[in-house]
């Protein structure tokens, strides 16, 4: 059953007045990706994290962050959090508490797993009992943390820091703040070389592109203990694989750089590994009268029979998984520790020379099996090799150091534990259900449809491509019952230029539709501007492209110029010296550029004019439409586009014309219908816009913005802070080939305006009034 906000007005009225105002932006967010049950339990959360006292910045960064911690690692997390910093409320200030919660999606992100979530708040837990005084700066450096080391190396990190600094207190700060050279040196000593939330996506579409197939990877705590790290296993159709891997160097320090192994290269040996297991491997094994001794020896030649049916479908797997085996060492073995090792290299070689007894009947008996399609043989070949083993004189096998030493190969529990590959089992034990977003044609929407009344939260959503009028109302079933309908969110990252990090898919964009206006009042002002017009008009014609042109007295060209021709004859017959010039070539005037127009339209575009009765939104609808009319008779293809924001969740963006649309009736309808309201987020607008405008096919593009203030927005305080990410989101557009150009229509904008989009890059236009001349006139001298 769908939940809705509004069956939960007694929590509305419970929470403090800005809390309700980011639920209600956050809640098509959060109904995309929690289930009802997790919709539940997170506005429990928010009401007891309110009762806490701590302030309404808590329940406000709760109710922001927690969607996106349950789309990193699910919704069961959310309890966690709730009850940990319920339990921390006795022990720290409200500050930290909100930064624990602000810096979760981070951590949850960077971590992958919930349960690697769960030991990251255990060890958030010590360092508050050791080293309070770090917690807080540790918590502002996160980013920085987590990119370099694993959860286990943060640990080891933490509690250096915690032991060195235990009755200094300043010394703590400056530890946690990575201020200190001890800071600096252990973190260098704890750092991994390649880690797996880095490389996840790479490795999901490696093994696509191998195998043909899905596979599911988490990580694994793999050297939450110690530095040896953890081996791969495969439980429920899921490979964990180690959260990070240093280079593989088979020597040692001596080891030639060509012999060095990369993270990346591990990774992906160890992925196929385990999908050789999966795709191999149908029906467990018995374990029923085997010893420790024979279920090792059976595992060692499983692990070569999946690998040799994977090399008969890729032979380039056989060099990348014996580059990771220990080299070869001859020397009499001292356990059977090292027979397995040797054994497992002599199989998966076939040029092995081992000189070992029992290693050569362990190769020639799985030689000689001829179908390894079953993995029964495995079983055979083993239990004969153990009955050879133990004939030998060495130690007793120890299940806790004879253990395979190629650190891609997994510890072998699919072997006696798994069952035939299945997606779906995969896919329900990895994540929970997600929402489906089907667009679906009008006679299956009204014959299929289960329940027409589900709510953002439902498990899959059908959408009409069209509107559905009704016949008798002649309107819309969406106007009559339904809500606007908005996109799906587009996530961007924001510049926090105080720790000079990007907080990653920190702000949600969404696309809404734009309303309807009356088109009298783009007649009216097209009939008001009419000198305007007229002025613009030759300007209009000298701009438009005229087809071919023909350049004349050209030394190089396509055909003969007669007239120049002529005249060099005649200088040469009079003993002059001629001119050269004498070609005539043919040029395409064309206008190879594609401009993008975006609106501000916050609350303050609704001000009046000082001394006037029209607002600044009636000065912007005027110069859109101009500079629209003289861009449409051009010929040069534009988009309309505008903004403003409710807080970083709700980006509202509005596309009143695309590049691939005509400038018709509709277009100008929806300028008519442009009000102004909320804020200005500028920097994800931008990112929006240029995202757009980078998907056209031509080598000039600009982005031009009219803008009446700086931005701002709800739910920041620091106005230093949407300058910096403005600014940012302006030089990633420049990288990637846009210029972008302001106008600003705020008299006080020179100093903020040109940081943020530099010089020769904006116009302050201190009479409002021209705006409507300004525009048109500016476009023209930038693109002539």
């Known amino acids: 059953m769908a939940i809705h906000l509004e069956d939960y007005q007694e929590i509305l009225e419970d929470l403090p007045h800005d809390a309700q105002d980011v639920l209600r932006a956050s809640w098509n967010e959060a109904a995309r990706v929690f289930s009802s049950r997790g919709l539940d339990n997170y506005l429990k959360g928010a009401v007891a994290l309110h009762h806490l006292d701590r302030g309404q910045d808590l329940v406000v960064t709760y109710l922001q962050e927690m969607p996106e911690v349950a789309r990193a690692i699910g919704e069961d997390v959310a309890p966690d959090v709730v009850n940990f910093v ?150 429920h159709f899921i490979i964990h694989i180690a959260d990070a891997y240093d280079d593989y160097r088979p020597h040692g320090e001596e080891t030639p750089p060509e012999q060095v192994v990369t993270g990346l290269e591990i990774y992906r040996a160890a992925a196929n590994h385990c999908a050789a297991h999966l795709v191999f491997t149908r029906a467990p094994l018995s374990m029923q009268t085997l010893d420790n001794t024979q279920m090792a020896i059976i595992e060692a030649i499983e692990d070569a029979r999946v690998e040799t049916l994977a090399c008969q479908e890729f032979p380039g797997m056989r060099a990348a998984w014996l580059a990771l085996h220990p080299p070869e060492d001859h020397r009499e073995p001292q356990s059977v520790g090292d027979l397995l090792n040797r054994l497992a290299r002599a199989l998966l070689d076939p040029e092995s020379t081992d000189p070992h007894p029992w290693v050569r009947e362990g190769v020639a008996l799985f030689r000689a099996e001829e179908d390894l399609s079953s993995n029964q043989s495995s079983w055979n070949i083993g239990v004969a090799l153990a009955h050879s083993l133990a004939e030998l004189p060495l130690p007793e096998f120890n299940p806790r150091t004879d253990v395979l030493r190629a650190i891609y190969r997994d510890d072998n529990r699919t072997v006696w534990e798994s069952e035939e590959y299945d997606v779906e089992a995969a896919l329900e034990a990895t994540w929970a259900p997600k929402q489906v977003r089907k667009k679906v044609s009008l006679m299956e929407m009204v014959n299929t449809l289960d329940y027409e009344f589900a709510g953002d939260d439902a498990q899959e959503v059908w959408v009409l491509t069209t509107e559905f009028y009704l016949d008798q109302e002649g309107v819309t079933i969406n106007e009559l019952e339904g809500k606007t309908p908005v996109s799906d969110p587009f996530h961007y990252p924001e510049w926090d230029y105080q720790i000079q990090l990007e907080r990653p898919s920190w702000v949600t964009v969404l696309e809404r539709q734009p309303k309807l206006g009356d088109l009298e009042l783009i007649e009216q002002i097209i009939e008001d501007h009419k ?173 031009f913005i009219i803008t009446d203030g700086e931005p701002a927005d709800n739910d920041v305080r620091d106005p230093q802070y949407l300058r910096h990410d403005a600014k940012r989101a302006v030089e990633e557009l420049a990288r990637n080939g846009i210029t972008t150009y302001a106008l600003s229509l705020d008299p006080h904008a020179d100093q903020y305006v040109s940081r943020i989009f530099g010089m020769n890059h904006f116009t302050v236009l201190d009479q409002v009034e021209r705006l409507p001349e300004k525009l048109p006139m500016l476009y023209m001298g930038l693109t002539r």
């Open 86 to 235: 319920l339990g921390m409320a006795s022990k720290t200030s409200g500050e930290v508490l909100t930064l624990i919660v602000g810096t979760a999606p981070l951590a949850a992100e960077r971590l992958g797993d919930e349960s690697l979530f769960r030991n990251y708040l255990n060890v958030l837990q010590v360092m508050a009992a050791q080293a309070p005084r770090g917690l807080r700066p540790m918590l502002r450096n996160l980013d920085r943390l987590l990119t370099q080391l694993t959860l286990g190396g943060l640990r080891r990190w933490v509690n250096w820091g915690a032991q060195a600094y235990k009755t200094d207190f300043d010394g703590q700060v400056r530890f946690f703040s990575l201020e200190s050279p001890d800071a600096l040196s252990v973190l260098q000593a704890e750092r991994k070389g390649t880690l797996f939330v880095d490389v996840q996506r790479r490795l999901n579409i490696y093994l696509r592109a191998m195998w043909g197939r899905d596979f599911f990877l988490r990580p694994t705590a793999g050297d939450y203990e110690s530095r040896e790290g953890l081996k791969p296993y495969i439980e």
């Open 531 to 703: 000198p305007v017009i007229s002025r613009l008009k030759f300007l209009i014609e000298s701009m438009i492209p005229q087809g071919m042109q023909r350049l004349r007295r050209q030394e190089d060209g396509d055909e003969l110029d007669i007239n120049a021709a002529v005249r060099a004859m005649v200088d040469i017959r009079t003993g002059q010296h001629p001119d050269t010039r004498i070609m005539m070539r043919y040029k395409r005037n064309v206008r190879d550029l594609a401009v993008m127009v975006l609106l501000d339209m916050s609350e303050s575009a609704n001000d009046k004019v000082r001394g006037q009765e029209y607002s600044i939104m009636d000065l912007t609808r005027s110069a859109t439409v101009l500079l629209s009319d003289a861009l449409d008779r051009i010929g040069d293809p534009f988009a309309l586009h505008g903004f403003c924001s409710d807080g970083r969740h709700d980006v509202h963006y509005y596309r009143f014309k695309d590049f691939n649309q005509p400038y018709n009736d509709l277009v100008k309808a929806r300028l008519a219908g442009m009000q102004g309201s909320y804020s200005t987020r500028m920097g994800a607008a931008l990112r929006h816009a240029g995202t757009v405008l980078g998907q056209q096919p031509k080598n000039k593009k600009i982005l």
